[in-house]
């Protein structure tokens, strides 16, 4: 199998061929089909969230299922697959307790590595997957299978930026019909809270980014009102929007304090703040205490989406097969796996919603 290495923090990946270890009794072999490049896999290359290399990088993904262990009984051999970073054991007290996606079993799923490189030394997957390559070898409590003929560059992104962005609006925050909503943030993850938020009802959904693409592609997935950060105080233009109130919700898809406060301004009274996005491992951020009291604003994390996976990804699918979510305008563009670097870059220079790694037969 090849894969995309990451050998050390903030060098290029390196393509190299390396050899699986036997299935386990609940391992599955999938050929990888599509792979999207996710702001999460460059969190852990410049060692904003810090992960043992050597590590086989990439966690939102589709395939095919090649084979799988003695024991295995949630896929079969020919079933159509969607990784998902946070695996779902069904029997730990957050599965049993309709919290999934803190599956106390993610630690042991994600530490177990699945191939060696040339000289023996065996490598890690990130979050137990491992994307950014041709074939891999998961736990079968992290593949979902789907029936479906959609293409796999659309389902890739299901098992990451659309299940966290839909989720957090659907699961998460609950949004109600006729609310309005601000998305501030319009990479691949904002990009799906917006056509959550349409598919949820909101009346009016205000998309907020400095970049003029993020802007237009929002505006063509669903959003009724675009703010350019570039024209003004963002909370200003948002209440200008909003009666001079603010938005019932408030999405933070970027990860920085800084915006998770301007997330918190843009909020009404009484509304609610849902902060999506991955901060660095010790950031801080503070909100005056007066205010939270007396403005009643709930303040809501959202990891992946509050997702129950084996739930919300059919559910995804079917939303996308009715037109309801359309994923193949965030397709930016597809790759080749040695092209990943390249990626990397016009993701960080606010080229792309996602690029797709599509490797080659």
């Not at 043992?52 to 589709?62: F, K, R, S, T």
């Not at 990130?126 to 299978?145: C, K, P, Y």
């Not at 560059?153 to 957090?168: D, F």
């Amino acid at each position: 199998m090849r894969a995309a290495l990451l050998l050390g923090v903030d060098e290029p990946l390196v393509v190299e061929t390396l050899t699986p270890e036997p299935l386990g009794p609940h391992d599955v072999r999938v050929r990888i089909d599509a792979s999207g490049v996710c702001h999460s896999d460059v969190s852990i290359a410049t060692g904003l969230v810090p992960m043992p290399p050597p590590v086989i990088l990439g966690h939102e993904g589709a395939g095919t299922v090649l084979e799988v262990g003695d024991r295995v009984t949630r896929v079969r051999v020919g079933d159509r697959v969607i990784s998902s970073f946070a695996p779902a054991c069904g029997e730990c007290w957050y599965c049993v307790h309709d919290q999934p996606n803190f599956c106390e079993r993610m630690l042991d799923v994600a530490m177990t590595r699945h191939s060696r490189r040339a000289e023996g030394k065996l490598v890690f997957s990130m979050s137990g997957l491992g994307t950014f390559a041709d074939e891999m070898i998961n736990h079968e409590w992290s593949l979902v299978a789907v029936e479906t003929d959609l293409p796999a560059e659309q389902l890739a992104l299901i098992g990451c930026g659309v299940m966290t962005g839909v989720g957090a609006v659907l699961n998460t925050a609950q949004v109600v019909p006729g609310s309005t909503v601000a998305v501030i943030g319009l990479g691949g993850v904002g990009q799906s809270v917006v056509q959550g938020a349409r598919v949820a009802g909101a009346a009016r959904v205000i998309a907020i980014d400095p970049v003029a693409m993020k802007r237009a592609t929002a505006s063509k997935l669903g959003a009724s009102d675009l703010v350019d950060p570039a024209d003004g105080d963002v909370a200003d233009q948002v209440r200008a929007l909003t009666g001079g109130r603010g938005a019932d919700y408030a999405f933070e898809v970027v990860g920085r304090p800084e915006t998770m406060v301007q997330a918190r301004d843009v909020t009404r009274r009484g509304g609610t703040v849902v902060i999506v996005g991955m901060p660095k491992f010790d950031a801080t951020v503070t909100f005056p205490a007066y205010s939270m009291f007396y403005d009643e604003k709930r303040l809501l994390g959202s990891n992946y989406g509050s997702a129950h996976v084996r739930r919300d990804f059919p559910r995804i699918v079917s939303l996308i097969e009715g037109g309801s979510l359309d994923v193949a305008h965030m397709v930016t563009k597809t790759i080749a796996l040695e092209d990943v670097d390249a990626a990397f870059a016009a993701m960080l220079a606010g080229d792309v919603i996602r690029s797709v790694i599509v490797p080659q037969p």
